[in-house]
């Protein structure tokens, strides 16, 4: 009886996000692929997800030295461009279903809106779900209940397709997937991602751009 009520309260906050509270994540991701040329590649990187009702903001850790001001700052001098590593994502939300997606530059001290029609271009679906629970919540919906073992609070899912699998612990009570586990059958290809829950600062990121400049996406545009 207890498992039935739990499953009911997962699918509950699957279907209905906003129940879920505020939260600062920091998301590893790593992946490994094989190509036809017989060299592997792999790939490291982590972001910081700062989530509230309205607001979600997602920004690349960007190691000691990987992003050197100066050289950045001599680079913009002679080409206008717009820096998508280093910017991060300032995501509102606009209605129950779609959002807004602005770009803001710590280096520059911009933000750069991004209307709907740039979207595609920059990577974003517009969907607020998607952006306030790091994937779409009904990707779960279809995945199979799991008997893998999973934290409180969490219920591993799985599901496979045309030779892909895709495996995510989600946390029901906050409305995250705390893993991520995809790839193909033939081990050619592996992603993890890989979540966890940090301290949320006293003050939000959007609140500290004060003095920013506001340009829109098109200007960085040839």
């Known amino acids: 009886m207890l498992k039935k009520s739990?499953?009911?309260?997962?699918?509950?906050?699957?279907?209905?996000?906003?129940?879920a509270g505020d939260l600062t994540l920091l998301i590893t991701h790593d992946s490994k692929t094989l190509a036809a040329d017989g060299i592997t590649r792999t790939l490291h990187f982590?972001?910081?997800?700062?989530?509230?009702?309205?607001n979600v903001w997602v920004e690349?850790?960007?190691?000691?030295?990987?992003?050197?001001?100066?050289?950045?700052?001599?680079?913009?001098?002679?080409?206008?461009h717009l820096d998508m590593d280093a910017s991060a994502r300032w995501i509102s939300k606009v209605d129950p279903q779609k959002a807004r997606l602005r770009l803001v530059n710590q280096f520059d001290k911009q933000i750069v809106n991004v209307t709907a029609g740039d979207y595609d271009a920059v990577g974003f679906d517009g969907q607020w779900n998607s952006a306030y629970s790091l994937m779409d919540p009904r990707q779960i919906?279809?995945?199979?209940?799991?008997?893998?073992?999973?934290?409180?609070?969490?219920?591993w899912y799985e599901g496979q397709k045309d030779g892909n699998y895709l495996?995510?612990?989600?946390?029901?009570?906050?409305?995250?997937?705390?893993r991520v586990e995809s790839g193909n059958s033939v081990g050619t290809q592996q992603r993890i991602m890989q979540v966890e829950v940090e301290t949320t600062?006293?003050?939000?990121?959007?609140?500290?751009?004060?003095g920013y400049q506001e340009k829109d996406y098109s200007d960085f545009l040839d």
């Open 6 to 19: 739990l499953l009911l309260l997962a699918f509950v906050v699957i279907a209905n996000p906003v129940l």
């Open 60 to 80: 690349r850790v960007l190691p000691a030295h990987a992003h050197e001001q100066g050289e950045h700052q001599a680079d913009a001098k002679e080409h206008k």
């Open 46 to 54: 982590q972001e910081k997800v700062y989530r509230q009702a309205q």
């Open 201 to 210: 600062p006293k003050q939000m990121p959007w609140q500290t751009l004060k």
């Open 141 to 155: 919906k279809v995945l199979k209940v799991s008997k893998r073992a999973a934290p409180a609070g969490s219920q």
């Open 167 to 178: 495996r995510v612990l989600w946390d029901y009570t906050q409305a995250f997937p705390r």
